[in-house]
Structure formats: C-alpha cells, structure tokens
C-alpha cells in the first residue's frame, strides 16, 4: 500500500481533480494501537524539586539536575522528574515572550504543588507558610526578566554548592521574595521610609576553630546591564543606611 501509485499526481496532469475523482486518491491507513498511558506516580524525593522550584520561583531542568545529582543523574531522568510533575500538576511552564525555540523549559510552581509543600512538612509535624505561586502572572514574560530569574537562582545554587563543599559553612535561610509586602525591608531615614529590595538573600553561618560561631546575611543584586551607574550607586546607598538601621537590627534579631 505503500509502493508507487500508478495515478498521476496533480503536478504531472497539471489540472485540479474535480470531487468525482477523489474516491481513487483514498487509500486505507494501517491501524495503530495508541501508547497505554502512565499514570503518573508522585515519589518520595518529589517534594523536594518542588520545593526547590518554588523557593527559587523559577528554575530550568539542569538546575535541578545539579541540585539533585542523587536523584536526577541524568538529563534524561531530569525530565522524566520534571514531565512527570507537570503532569500531575504540582508544576508549570513559564510562558515566555521572545525566545529562540531552543530556549529551554522554565519550570515554577503551582497552587497544587503548594499544598503538596505544606502537607508534606505537616506529616514531619513542621508547620510552614509558603508564598502564592507564580502562576498567577497569566501574561508571559519578557526575556530579559525571565533570564533576571535564572541568573539569580544560577547564583543561589553555586552558593549552596559553594555551602556544601566547605566545613566552615552552613546555609541557615534564604529568600527570594523581598519584594512581597510582608517581606520588604523598610528604614526610617530623615522622616521619610525607605525600602530596599534586593533580588536575593542568603543567611550563612560561619564555623572557625578557636572563635565564635559568626552569621552574615548576604544580599544578592544581579543586573543585566540595564542599569546606570547613578542607580548602582543610589541602591547600594541605601543598602548602606538599612544596614545602620535600628530596623536592621531587629529583622536580624528576628531571623
């Protein structure tokens, strides 16, 4: 059936064929059996990327991997995870505006995985708030601000890994969300409240033999060379003032 065929085609007779010769151009199609679906299973180390994703609030498939060697060894298990997690809705797409088709797939969290996040740790009796996803942004994302994202939390996985390979060190917290009203850092300067907003933070505990256990809260600015230096210098101004704040002084007493 699928030799030759002895009808000319439309080019060879050069002329359109009229509805009473179609029934010579059909042909029976070979039946084939549709793949069994399958069912997706979640699995115990699931939460975790999730977690990972949502804590990040936006993360690509190699990301992961790197985060979770002992569970992704390979791109391909990496996406399996990942499809698996979108499919049973824990897990999203970002919608992206101008991006080549090679750009890869940016994963976020969902309001499902959310759920997933606070019922996992209340079966460990821990009690956790977790921010609204980042679904709720229908309208896609401009490239830039999508690459702003990943280049952040490229920079938060080589402190972790930076964390991990070092004795002296241990990763208490981290944040990537000072721009939430409950979570902006705001002084008072002259009368007026200021805020600063920085697009990560991280809390490290430094260990040294012979000394004290020492912490220091790192803030994170990561520019695409879109800024001027004027605003460089303004911003890092008032990360200057937050620092020799009284309310520095109890959001670091706080945490």
């Known amino acids: 059936m ?5 009808q000319p085609t439309v080019r060879e007779e050069g002329r359109l ?6 029934s010579e151009l059909i042909r029976p199609l070979p039946v084939r059996r549709a793949p069994r679906r399958r069912k997706e299973r979640l699995q115990q180390h ?8 949502h804590l990040a609030r936006f993360a690509t498939a190699s990301q992961v991997q790197r985060r979770f060697p002992q569970w992704c060894p390979s791109a391909r298990t990496t996406q399996r995870h990942l499809a698996a997690l979108v499919r049973l809705g824990y897990l999203s797409t970002a919608p992206v505006r101008s991006t080549s ?3 890869p797939l940016v994963y976020q969290a969902t309001g499902r995985g959310i759920r997933l996040l606070r019922d996992t740790w209340a079966q460990h009796g821990v009690e956790r708030s977790f921010s609204m996803p980042e679904e709720r942004r229908n ?4 490239l830039q601000s999508l690459l702003h994202e990943l280049l952040i939390t490229e920079f938060d996985l080589a402190v972790r890994q930076t964390v991990n390979n070092r004795g002296d060190l241990s990763l208490l917290a981290t944040e ?3 721009y939430r009203r409950d979570r902006r850092l705001q002084y008072w300067n002259r009368g007026i409240l200021r805020t600063i907003a920085p697009d990560s933070g991280f809390l490290l505990a430094t260990d040294q033999e012979g000394s ?3 912490l220091q809260l790192n803030f994170v600015e990561m520019d695409n060379g879109t800024m001027s230096t004027a605003k460089l210098r303004a911003k890092f101004q008032k990360y200057d003032q937050w620092a020799r704040s009284s309310e520095a002084e109890e959001y670091l ?3």
Do not use: K, M
Not at 46 to 53: D, G, L
Not at 139 to 142: D, E, T
């Open 17 to 22: 064929r009229t509805a009473w010769e179609l």
């Open 46 to 53: 699931h939460p975790a990327i999730v977690e990972f994703i």
């Open 139 to 142: 309208r896609g994302r401009g």
């Open 101 to 103: 088709p090679n750009f």
């Open 212 to 214: 004290d256990r020492s």
């Open 253 to 255: 007493a706080r945490i």
């Open 2 to 6: 699928n030799g030759v065929t002895s």
């Open 176 to 178: 990537r969300r000072y």
